[in-house]
């Protein structure tokens, strides 16, 4: 599972390098998500997020439900080495999970905004066009010239405002790169720690039949 996760995040990541960097890359990766939103693959998509979410709730319950264990009285009041372990592989499981929609919507999202700013682009220049010929020919309307002239700023204010969004969230992206670099180092200490737990275990589960061993013979040569 968290190898899965792990494969998927780094799928992502190309995903979102190729959608920031102006390239051959980027209009392949554009006609590959045109694609992947028609037909039945929203609706596999959609699947898919929602198993992702159903799953990352079990987590979220099951870290929620070791953590009541643990601060029961009545148990103990102190988390066994299972449990710890248990907890320590929800954690990372539940993160991962978490990265992997967060980053998906951030790359629904780009792909909205670039689609958006490619159609303004196309309208400005064919705006721009118009604009000129109105200029060439000098028969156009007065009205018909300030209109076009307000479209264009218009246009290019919607522009405007689309690069800084597409800026915002491309920090976002990175940003969100950053924490699954870190988490990525964060959960080989985890899984290191989970093989030093599970071997600690393991030696615990072989002292106490040491000593249950140890108990039998007392109680067998007592019989006798």
């Not at 592989?89 to 490619?118: P, Q, V």
């Not at 689309?162 to 990525?184: G, H, P, Q, Y």
Request: aromatic share 4%.
């Amino acid at each position: 599972m968290i190898q899965l996760l792990f494969t998927l995040l780094g799928a992502e990541a190309l995903v979102v390098f190729a959608l920031l960097v102006k390239s051959p890359l980027r209009k392949l990766t554009i006609m590959g998500l045109d694609r992947a939103k028609r037909g039945r693959a929203p609706v596999i998509v959609q699947t898919v997020a929602v198993t992702v979410l159903v799953v990352l709730s079990s987590s979220v319950y099951s870290m929620v439900k070791i953590m009541n264990r643990s601060g029961d009285p009545e148990a103990g009041g102190v988390a066994t080495p299972t449990d710890q372990v248990l907890m320590s592989r929800h954690l990372l499981e539940s993160t991962l999970m978490g990265y992997f929609l967060f980053i998906a919507l951030l790359i629904d999202r780009l792909h909205h905004y670039i689609k958006e700013i490619l159609r303004l682009r196309k309208g400005m220049e064919a705006a721009m066009k118009q604009n000129s010929v109105l200029e060439e020919a000098k028969n156009g309307n007065l009205e018909e010239l300030k209109a076009r002239e307000r479209e264009l700023a218009n246009l290019s204010a919607k522009i405007k405002q689309l690069e800084s969004d597409f800026e915002a969230r491309s920090r976002e992206v990175k940003a969100a790169e950053a924490n699954a670099i870190a988490m990525k180092k964060q959960s080989e200490g985890f899984l290191l720690e989970y093989d030093r737990l599970l071997d600690e275990n393991q030696s615990l589960r072989n002292q106490l039949q040491t000593i249950d061993i140890s108990l039998s013979h007392s109680d067998s040569k007592k019989n006798m």
